[in-house]
């Protein structure tokens, strides 16, 4: 399949792997990227810059396609070295960033010095326009489906990446409850280039988590999401278990932010991937799991997705117009 997607980013299908924290691993990022998608590692998985090089090292060493790194700038109450990891992603000669949590006019200067290409991730139509207005490459637009953080507008994507891809003219990538040949002939349908996935490349062979999850993922529904942090208007979008409940139920009732910060600590959702204990902490999965069945090798997944893509557009959409 051709999109100005794949063309100006020089990859052999329109899929993306979004940046997944404590997912984004070498051995996914080169999975996906050596089956014709782009892989992304996310930077902020690495403890240290140091501990980024070397993962770029690793994924090189596992493809020679081309993959990119994904930096998400969030509110911290200690921020990591951003400056530190954004100067490791071009001395490590990667050509590929996805930008995220924040507007990406601070790292413009420095990846354009070094023939960076930047997807920014956003999840509105004005933060889209903002980032085409600051020269990025591409935006990958998440609509109120997605895994993560969905913002606070809540519309959905069959709304919002039309009314984004009417108004922009850099390629879109439609992310957020994409997971299947269907959902990418949607996107392409609604305007868009090419889809972001995150859950559905989670629940992979190669996704260096816990099988327990990936199960999880594939026994879950639709229903099995909750959204926490509404008041903080920091909305995320995460599997929803003990901990999210308890999450929900404290803010609802007035609590505040150091009331949650010991269930929300990142090193118990850690625990979630490395251990397969599902109540351990807050995991971040989208709707989209009511969509996944199976726990699939990426390369299957892409050949699978393109295969009944083109099935689709040439048989049964082509059958309508006789
Ligand atoms: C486990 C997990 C962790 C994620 N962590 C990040 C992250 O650190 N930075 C980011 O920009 N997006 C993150 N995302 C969002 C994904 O990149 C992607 O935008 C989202 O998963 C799309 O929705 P989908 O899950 O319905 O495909 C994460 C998603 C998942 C499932």
């Known amino acids: 399949m051709r999109t100005r997607f794949t063309e100006a980013f020089g990859i052999r299908h329109p899929i993306v792997q979004g940046g997944m924290q404590w997912v984004g691993r070498a051995e996914l990022a080169a999975a996906v990227s050596q089956a014709g998608g782009l892989g992304m590692i996310t930077a902020l998985t690495q403890p240290t810059p140091a501990d980024l090089a070397a993962e770029i090292e690793r994924c090189r060493k596992l493809t020679d396609q081309p993959f990119g790194?994904?930096?998400?700038?969030?509110?911290?109450?200690?921020?990591?070295?951003?400056?530190?990891?954004?100067?490791?992603?071009?001395?490590?000669?990667?050509t590929i960033v996805e930008t995220a949590g924040s507007n990406?006019?601070?790292?413009?200067?420095?990846?354009?010095?070094?023939?960076?290409?930047?997807?920014?991730?956003?999840?509105?139509?004005?933060?889209?326009?903002?980032?085409?207005?600051?020269?990025?490459?591409?935006?990958?637009?998440?609509?109120?489906?997605?895994?993560?953080?969905?913002?606070?507008?809540?519309?959905?994507?069959?709304?919002?990446?039309?009314?984004?891809?009417?108004?922009?003219?850099?390629?879109?990538?439609?992310?957020?409850?994409?997971?299947?040949?269907?959902?990418?002939?949607a996107a392409l349908a609604l305007g868009a280039d090419g889809i972001n996935m995150g859950s559905r490349f989670m629940?992979?062979?190669?996704?260096?988590?816990?099988?327990?999850?990936?199960?999880?993922?594939?026994?879950?529904?639709?229903?099995?999401?909750?959204?926490?942090?509404?008041?903080?208007?920091?909305?995320?979008?995460?599997?929803?278990?003990?901990?999210?409940r308890d999450v929900v139920e404290i803010l609802l009732n007035g609590g505040s932010f150091p009331d949650i910060a010991p269930l929300v600590a990142g090193s118990r959702g850690r625990r979630v991937f490395e251990d397969g204990d599902l109540d351990a902490g807050i995991w971040t999965v989208g709707l989209v799991q009511g969509l996944i069945h199976d726990i699939p090798t990426c390369a299957s997944l892409l050949d699978r997705i393109v295969s009944e893509a083109s099935a689709l557009i040439t048989g049964r959409l082509a059958a309508v117009v006789p």
Request: aromatic share 4%.
């Open 69 to 94: 790194v994904n930096l998400t700038i969030l509110p911290a109450i200690t921020p990591p070295p951003y400056d530190e990891y954004r100067r490791v992603i071009v001395d490590s000669g990667v």
């Open 203 to 244: 629940c992979t062979v190669e996704s260096p988590i816990h099988d327990k999850v990936k199960q999880a993922i594939v026994d879950g529904d639709e229903r099995g999401t909750q959204l926490i942090f509404r008041q903080l208007r920091n909305t995320a979008r995460v599997a929803g278990n003990a901990v999210s």
């Open 104 to 185: 990406p006019e601070p790292h413009m200067e420095m990846f354009r010095a070094h023939n960076v290409k930047i997807i920014h991730k956003c999840t509105s139509v004005r933060h889209a326009l903002k980032a085409e207005a600051v020269g990025v490459d591409a935006v990958s637009i998440d609509g109120f489906e997605c895994a993560g953080h969905p913002g606070e507008d809540d519309i959905p994507g069959l709304v919002l990446i039309p009314a984004a891809t009417d108004r922009l003219t850099i390629p879109v990538l439609a992310s957020g409850g994409f997971a299947d040949a269907r959902g990418l002939v």
